[in-house]
């Protein structure tokens, strides 16, 4: 089959470690992946897969103005009914959206450059993680080149400003969309016509066979885990607050927060205020290695999050045996079932935060055994990467080849 295109914001990245499993599960079934970024990731890059991957990525942006400037005057010269319909899907998306015309103008001559590296490859079809710049951009490219292109959603952002983000155009015009989760597929169906429903495909994230292989029991201790973004959608602030409640009732508790990002003075503020500096710690920015080293070293994850999609964190958590306890939000309780294989509590209450902390603290290693070996089961029946790798490689071949699905 033709080469497939992929597009992300940013890749390799740290968090983006699902799309690097994917194309590779991808590759392994004979589909060859071009990858493609819109920018290069301002992280540094610990991971040896994401070093290699950093050296196979084409940055659009890394490329010159001259580069930019000859592609879409080839394309103006060569098609111009293309060019201005996609300029006017440029202008469209632009004046509706909360990023502002002047950013969709780089994404329509992002487009145009991405266009001649799809003519120079001989790729036909385009899929783009995220439905927000990244969909944007080839959408424009399908307008520019005809190619088909397809997206994943993953949420929340798409969820929470659809109209701002085009999404309903963006999907029009698809040959398929994929949401990673059952409830991602029910909040795009609210913004587009029932026509294109029998687009959106849910596919899930999945997770290597390796995950399979963990022999280390839940340890016997006080220690928890959140792994996230220090930012307002993971809940973290909230997390302080109700570890500070478990202290002042003299709960022996330790938590660390893997993970880095805005609410980070803030949340380190609230500590000192709590004076938790011996029952909190922040690890900063944490590798896919660090990550799994702090999963297998706590008797569950905790994720208080007040908006998802489906967070991986919590499939690695599961697939580790280790079990969770997070909130009702979103598609985690497509896999985190109270009393079976974690706990789930109303988002948003410190008082039932620490409750579920406190449950957590107090069950017995036994109960957490068997909770970490169903949490396992059902991750693992849902996610496993080659299935859904398989799945996925079925829709691009009914695209590949022709400028229809």
Same mark, same amino acid.
């Given at each position: ?205 999945? %997770? ?60 380190? @503020?609230?500590?000192? @205020? ?22 297998? +070293? ?11 999609? %489906? ?49 957590? %603290? ?13 949490? @396992? ?11 859904? +790798?398989?799945?996925?490689? @079925?829709?691009? %071949? ?8």
């Amino acid at each position: 089959m033709s080469t497939i295109a992929y597009l992300v914001n940013q890749y390799p990245k740290v968090s983006h470690s699902f799309i690097r499993r994917e194309i590779f599960a991808l590759e392994r079934k004979d589909i060859q992946i071009k990858r493609f970024s819109l920018r290069s990731s301002p992280e540094m890059l610990v991971d040896p897969d994401d070093q290699v991957e950093s050296r196979k990525t084409c940055s659009l942006l890394n490329a010159s103005w001259p580069t930019h400037a000859r592609s879409s005057f080839t394309l103006l010269m060569t098609r111009p009914a293309r060019f201005l319909r996609a300029f006017s899907q440029c202008l469209a998306m632009g004046y509706r959206s909360n990023r502002g015309l002047i950013r969709h103008l780089f994404y329509f001559i992002e487009a145009c450059t991405l266009s001649q590296q799809l003519r120079k490859h001989d790729i036909s079809h385009i899929h783009a993680h995220f439905g927000t710049n990244s969909a944007a951009v080839v959408m424009l490219t399908h307008h520019l080149t005809g190619s088909t292109y397809s997206f994943t959603i993953h949420g929340p952002e798409e969820f929470d400003k659809p109209e701002c983000l085009a999404i309903a155009r963006k999907v029009r015009y698809a040959a398929f969309v994929v949401t990673i989760s059952s409830f991602g597929r029910s909040q795009i169906y609210r913004w587009i016509p029932c026509d294109d429903w029998p687009k959106i495909k849910v596919i899930h994230c999945g %997770l290597e066979p390796a995950y399979r292989d963990n022999t280390i029991p839940v340890p016997d201790n006080r220690r928890l885990v959140c792994v996230g973004r220090l930012c307002e959608q993971k809940g973290q602030l909230l997390l302080v607050q109700a570890v500070a409640r478990l202290v002042r009732d003299q709960t022996d508790i330790k938590l660390i927060l893997a993970g880095d990002g805005p609410h980070r003075a803030e949340i380190e @503020q609230l500590i000192d @205020q709590y004076g938790l500096q011996a029952y909190i710690e922040i690890t900063g920015w944490v590798s896919s290695q660090q990550v799994r080293k702090e999963l297998l +070293a706590a008797r569950a994850l905790v994720l208080p999050s007040f908006a998802e999609g %489906l967070p991986v964190v919590i499939m690695e958590a599961m697939a580790l045996r280790r079990p969770v306890l997070s909130t009702y939000v979103a598609g985690i309780p497509e896999l985190v079932i109270p009393g079976e294989n974690g706990w789930l509590i109303p988002a948003g209450s410190i008082d039932l935060l620490a409750d579920g902390l406190k449950q957590v %603290l107090d069950t017995s290693p036994s109960k957490l055994r068997e909770f970490g070996e169903k949490a @396992q089961q059902r991750v693992l029946s849902r996610h496993d990467i080659e299935k859904e +790798a398989e799945r996925l490689k @079925q829709h691009f %071949l009914s695209c590949t080849g022709s400028t229809r699905c």
